[in-house]
């Protein structure tokens, strides 16, 4: 079974920085993704797409922080990264990283796999 493991969340202050990670620890499915990506969750609202990476490196972020966040991989340690900058209180959310086998899944709600989730809170 696909195991997405997060980490690297905690508090910040607002204008602070967080690196989110996330391993993919079964190489038998990490080798067929096409896409992860990272995806959050605040109380009360919908999941939505943070950000998200292909195998040929194309990114995509969301506008909310398109400038802020930056998205990578390394393939040698199949681990996903996000860096997060200039952090506002509105970041605040549950983090999850996303993987799939079909390309622009992991910029959508029916990506297949699914981590458990890193906690994210900005305080002003």
């Known amino acids: 079974q696909a195991q997405l493991v997060e980490s690297g969340g905690g508090s910040v202050q607002a204008g602070g920085s967080l690196r989110l990670s996330c391993v993919a620890s079964d190489y038998s499915y990490s080798r067929s993704y096409a896409c992860m990506g990272w995806f959050r969750q605040a109380p009360g609202k919908e999941r939505e797409g943070v950000a998200s990476i292909d195998t040929d490196g194309t990114t995509w972020y969301a506008n909310s922080v398109a400038g802020r966040f930056t998205i990578s991989k390394d393939n040698a340690k199949n681990t996903l990264y996000l860096q997060m900058n200039s952090l506002k209180p509105e970041d605040t959310a549950m983090y999850y990283c996303?993987?799939?086998?079909?390309?622009?899944?992991?910029?959508?709600?029916?990506?297949?796999?699914w981590g458990q989730g890193t906690q994210v809170t900005v305080s002003s």
């Open positions: 996303v993987a799939d086998r079909v390309l622009g899944y992991c910029s959508s709600p029916r990506a297949s796999y």
